[in-house]
């Protein structure tokens, strides 16, 4: 009895250990399998880093672009307002001088008129052609 209890033990202990590697192999499928998820899940990880990297380079370049172009608009508008400046004093300068000569104009001809040695009686633009070339002559 105790060879028949010892072969049933051993039959026991081989199904046992049949199932054991059997399922010892499963897990092992199991855990490649589980290893290349793992390394692709690292390989795409390291993608997006990547990828990450570059947009912030991208962004960083853009946000310089943009501080550029603002400094380049800012000093076109100072550039232009001191441009309009400019002329708008030129412009002042060029009328003050005009009022300028048209008062000296002016101050000559009255001069020259209370020299004349004749008398003007009626405004200029009330006389008639006629009294108009009497006057100067």
Do not use: H, N
Request: glycine share 2%.
């Amino acid at each position: 009895m105790r060879l028949a209890i010892a072969t049933l033990f051993i039959a026991l202990l081989a199904g046992c250990s049949q199932q054991a590697t059997a399922e010892l192999t499963a897990c092992k499928a199991d855990l490649a399998k589980v290893q290349a998820d793992v390394g692709a899940a690292k390989a795409a990880q390291t993608a997006a880093e990547q990828k990450i990297a570059a947009l912030e380079g991208q962004v960083k370049q853009a946000q310089e672009q943009l501080a550029a172009a603002q400094k380049s608009m800012a000093d076109a508008a100072q550039a232009a307002a001191d441009q309009a400046s400019t002329a708008a004093k030129a412009a002042a300068d060029k009328a003050a001088a005009a009022k300028a000569v048209v008062q000296k104009k002016a101050a000559v001809v009255k001069e020259a008129a209370s020299k004349a040695d004749y008398k003007v009686t009626q405004p200029v633009q009330q006389m008639t052609q006629e009294q108009k070339a009497k006057t100067m002559r």
